[in-house]
């Protein structure tokens, strides 16, 4: 499944794919792959992606069934 | 010097499924390698000792690596007794059809000998190496319920 709110939160701070990437020390494909649904990153990473994007867990990775 | 290469964890986790996928391949040509030289080529075994080694090496690497980790690979569907002397009677039984028909030897004693060896074997090793795996994990969640263990 996309995961949009984190396509968002990332353009709400202004940021592409590429800063993103930098921020949490993975590549660029990576995080493209996670906004499109077909990487589930590890808990490490969903942490430092949320601190990069000022987001909390739930924000960028909680779905409502 | 401090390492600033990006660690990305897809990256590593691909790596690690190429290098897994390699390695089950290395070891299905070996396998492949020495059934060929011992029963089709005929070669006397000083030709494939070198493969015939690295492959009991792999093995033993296995068990060690898993047995150290706690990891099962005896017992994963924790059988009883009798489904686990089935299976070695089973294999036994396709490992004595194989051994026939690769080597040509139909001779009964030799088939009957190689028979109960090969259950024999197969049935008291994998005891063995699910008793002790057992144990170590028994070691490891001890080490993990002791509340000093964590700080």
């Given amino acids: 499944m996309k995961n949009k709110k984190m396509k968002i939160a990332r353009i709400e701070q202004d940021m592409n794919q590429e800063d993103l990437a930098k921020a949490v020390g993975v590549t660029r494909q ?31 990775f909680w779905e409502e069934i | ?22 390695y089950a391949w290395i070891v299905t040509i070996l396998l492949v390698s020495i059934v060929v030289q011992q029963f089709f080529i005929k070669a006397p075994f000083a030709q494939y000792a070198v493969e015939f080694f690295i492959l009991i090496g792999c093995g033993i690497y296995n068990t060690i690596a898993n047995y150290k980790k706690g990891i099962d690979i005896w017992n ?54 699910i008793g002790m795996t057992d144990k170590k994990q028994r070691a490891i969640d001890k080490e993990l319920n002791d509340d000093n263990s964590i700080e």
């Fill in chain 2, 76 to 129: 994963p569907k924790n059988d009883g007794k009798k489904k686990i002397l089935y299976n070695a009677l089973i294999s036994g039984i396709a490992s004595v059809v194989l051994f026939a028909f690769l080597s040509g030897n139909y001779k009964t004693n030799n088939l009957v000998t190689y028979f109960v060896s090969f259950v024999a074997c197969f049935y008291l090793f994998r005891f063995i190496m």
């Fill in chain 2, 1 to 22: 010097m401090k390492d600033n290469r990006i660690q990305d964890e897809r990256i590593i986790a691909e790596r690690r499924k190429i290098q897994s996928r390699g």
């Fill in chain 1, 30 to 60: 990576t995080i493209g792959l996670i906004e499109a649904g077909n990487y589930n990153p590890t808990l490490n990473l969903c942490v430092a992606i949320c601190r990069a994007l000022g987001k909390t867990l739930n924000d960028l």
